[in-house]
């Protein structure tokens, strides 16, 4: 089994920070009416998740699929923190799994080219390289 690229990892984490984290503070900043975290955070909050992880999916060039997948881990996630222990500590925990299941992501790498995520052998990318290791 290959390790995750730690690098990328907090690459990803931060990008997504930025992506969720932002619309939260700009909504808390702007001088509307009540708290709109408190009184539309349950439709806001998914919303926000989405498109944020979207977005950094896209920036990274990450699959789709990937990506996806990753939003759904790390939504899944945020949300058994937030409803279990507490609201807080959820987006940060949702926003680690997210990273931490990209950076198990190595991006094809085209003979003669280097790999743009990590440091993969020429020509294989980890996921490739660990499944032709498990054959």
Known sequence: MDRMNSRFFWRTALIQTAFVGGPFLLLLVLPLRGNPLIDWGVAVGPGVWVLGSLATGRLLKLPLSLTLVSTVIGGVAGAVIGVAV???GAL??????????????????HAGAASAIGDAEAGRSHVSASLDDAA
């Open 86 to 88: 507490e609201h807080y």
């Open 92 to 109: 940060p925990i949702a926003i680690a799994v997210f990273a931490a299941s990209c950076a198990g992501y190595e991006a094809p790498v």
